[in-house]
């Protein structure tokens, strides 16, 4: 049966590679004999699930209807046939949405090194542990990128050819801003003096080459749990559990950041406990501090994945929510409050009690950048909570200005229009590009990406998704072509590679590819990645 199926997969690839590359109508009656075809003969070799959606995608069409298709229309009703045929090379788009959590808890290690054969050995290596390594052979454009991938560990080489290792750590070190990120020096260089000399400048490890893999690791990982300790202690409140005041401004000053290049605004809550100083004196600090400990847990299970509670003083909470309006803020928390108000304490003594909470919600526009004002703003509108009798919230008045959404440009280079139709699904799905007006344009070779003149059209962030291999001109072909135009700082490319071309991804990081993935790959993987991307982008 094997062999049946791959014929069929080999037959529909042929088929849909001739519509979606070369014919710029399909008939009607072809698309319905093409459906019909695979509905029995999938079925019959045993491949169910995709005779059963053939079926499902013909009883949507008639027969005989007098229609023609374009590839846009014909890509996007097939897509659910195509994501089942092309399942074990690509993961459904929607289960990568539902562990985006997972997702979004792997470390990130950024690698700095000039030597693209032992980069990408450590890149393959670390990503087995199951983290994001991003591999990056230009120590400058680690550098410039390193703030927008706020990375959890840097290992640099010590000896490149266009940058010493010292003077990046020495960069890197002025950007962390107090921020504790470690740092591992990777050298040939055996001699106490230049160890000495790292340790001075701020590195946490030394690590002579060559390296053995499996005690690399577990130097990583350690530092990787220092950092996690060092996070928990300095900025995590011990009764609560949730972030401390210290965290406050490093994170408003991050969402102001995502403000300016974005225009997305964001709504700052100030959240207080109702009559609890009635509380501390009615049943005591401890049974207090258990009311304080339940509330902040609520809210943070009632919140969604990328809000923070921040513990500001007291009973007193701070909410940042990002890309959020007031009204959206205000549903979110209504339904915590409604959550934390049904809620039965016991007192020391058994008497069991209920507590509300009161908040004022401010929406922060692009002019009004001010925490110190903001926190009072939303402070006054938890005032007027209080006053109108508590266990409710009241939002700031908004003014009427609209901003729109910051555009960008995502081209996909690829011959294969199986997989530029999975990307570009992925691409309009996916949590990273909510914040931006997306243009997503798509291109069988090289060739017709520059003859389309698309990417300079727009004094404005590109993302280049760019595969390898390609008929007319290469893939290598088009970095080089896009590096070396007056535009490319503003291009950041994502390679698509094959694992038997480590030649190809040698030259790719040597010629400036921001990062690269191996084929086959799973979604999942690379839309953690475009994540990481897309973050950087100014």
């Known amino acids: 049966m094997n062999k049946y199926l791959q014929t069929l997969v080999k037959n529909v690839r042929k088929q849909l590679e001739s519509w979606l590359n070369e014919q710029q109508v399909i008939e009607h009656k072809e698309l319905f004999r093409f459906l019909h075809s695979i509905s029995g003969t999938a079925s019959t070799i045993g491949f169910t699930v995709a005779g059963e959606m053939a079926q499902k995608l013909m009883n949507q069409i008639k027969e005989n209807e007098e229609k023609v298709w374009t590839k846009e229309e014909l890509q996007a009703f097939l897509f659910p046939l195509i994501s089942i045929f092309y399942y074990e090379e690509f993961s459904n788009v929607d289960e990568i949405i539902e562990k985006q959590k997972n997702i979004e808890d792997q470390k990130l290690i950024l690698v700095i090194d000039d030597d693209t054969a032992l980069l990408m050995y450590i890149k393959d290596q670390l990503e087995m542990n199951g983290w994001v390594v991003i591999a990056v052979a230009d120590s400058e454009r680690a550098i410039n990128s390193y703030y927008d991938l706020n990375p959890d560990c840097v290992i640099i080489d010590l000896h490149m050819k266009d940058k010493n290792g010292l003077e990046v750590l020495l960069h890197l070190k002025d950007q962390m801003n107090q921020q504790f990120i470690p740092t591992i020096m990777i050298s040939v260089d055996k001699s106490k003096a230049m160890r000495v000399r790292s340790y001075q400048l701020g590195a946490d490890d030394y690590i002579e080459k060559p390296l053995e893999m499996d005690e690399f690791i577990v130097r990583i990982n350690r530092q990787l749990e220092r950092k996690q300790a060092i996070d928990d202690l300095m900025l995590i409140d011990e009764l ?6 210290k965290y406050l401004s490093q994170t408003y000053e991050r969402l102001i950041s995502h403000l300016k290049r974005q225009y997305e605004t964001f709504s700052m809550a100030m959240l207080d406990l109702d009559h609890f100083k009635q509380i501390n ?14 509330f902040a847990e609520i809210i943070r299970n009632g919140l969604r994945l990328n809000d923070i509670i921040i513990r500001y003083g007291g009973e007193e909470f701070i909410v940042l929510l990002p890309d959020t309006k007031a009204k959206e803020a205000q549903i979110v928390l209504d339904r915590v409050l409604k959550e934390f108000s049904n809620h039965s304490f016991t007192s020391n ?6 507590c509300t909470f009161s908040g004022g919600i401010h929406e922060i526009q692009l002019d009004q950048q001010d925490m110190k004002k903001n926190i009072e703003m939303a402070d006054s509108a938890l005032y007027e909570a209080k006053v109108a009798g508590r266990a409710q919230l009241k939002l700031v008045p908004v003014n009427n200005v609209h901003y729109h959404k910051k555009p960008i440009h995502i081209g996909i280079i690829d011959d294969d229009p199986i997989i530029r139709t999975m990307l570009e ?8 590009t909510e914040g931006f007006t997306l243009d997503i344009q798509c291109f069988k070779d ?17 993302l280049i998704i760019l595969d390898g291999m390609m008929p007319r001109m290469d893939g290598l072909e088009v970095l080089q072509k896009l590096r070396e135009s007056r535009y490319q700082e503003r291009i950041t490319v994502m390679m698509l590679t ?14 400036g590819a921001d990062d690269y993935i191996t084929k086959p790959f799973k979604l999942m993987e690379l839309e953690t990645r475009l994540g990481h991307l897309i973050k950087r982008m100014k």
Not at 281 to 294: P, R
């Open 498 to 511: 094959s694992r038997k071309s480590e030649q190809d991804i040698s030259r790719a990081l040597q010629l």
């Open 281 to 294: 004196d009615s049943y005591g600090h401890v049974v207090g501090d258990k009311v304080l400990a339940t």
């Open 425 to 432: 699904d992925l691409i309009n799905k996916s949590k990273y």
């Open 349 to 354: 003594q058994g008497e069991e009690f209920t």
């Open 446 to 462: 090289g060739m017709e990406f520059f003859e389309s003149n698309w990417h300079e059209q727009k004094n404005e962030p590109y």
């Open 240 to 245: 609560t559990r949730v972030y401390n005041r």
